[in-house]
Nanobody
Framework: QVQLVESGGGLVQAGGSLKLSCAAS????????MGWFRQAPGKEREFVAV????????YYADSVKGRATISRDNAKNTVYLQMNSLKPEDTAVYYC??????????????????WGQGTQVTVSS
């Protein structure tokens, strides 16, 4: 089992920045892909960004491309999402996800083995 705990959410003005973190614990000895998804009120959860174990492969949703950077520190079992130029439409609960076979394309489709509890990001206009 892997436990994922997100942090770094909060209230920010449009145009501002946030850095989300997700710390993994438990069965972290295997190589696994990690990613971020989000769910806005009344909407389905959507893909934001994913990264493979080595950090050499990343994918982003078109809606955040150019404004978001996903990265990871395997020594700390932590994945990060730096978001800049935030917009009110970025308001959502952001969830961390992990897939232990490192298949980023599957994780990108939402096929995750583990999910965090989520952290709220609110962008005011």
């Amino acid at each position: 089992q892997v436990q994922l705990v997100e942090s770094g959410g909060g209230l920010v003005q449009a145009g501002g920045s946030l850095k989300l973190s997700c710390a993994a614990s438990g069965r972290t000895s295997s190589s696994y892909a990690m990613g971020w998804f989000r769910q806005a009120p009344g909407k389905e959860r959507e893909f934001v960004a994913v990264i493979n174990w080595s950090g050499g492969i990343t994918y982003y949703a078109d809606s955040v491309k150019g404004r978001a950077t996903i990265s990871r520190d395997n020594a700390k079992n932590t994945v990060y999402l730096q978001m800049n130029s935030l917009k009110p439409e970025d308001t959502a609960v952001y969830y961390c996800a992990a897939r232990y076979d490192d298949f980023v394309l599957a994780l990108r489709r939402g096929a995750s083995n583990y999910w965090g509890q989520g952290t709220q990001v609110t962008v005011s206009s």
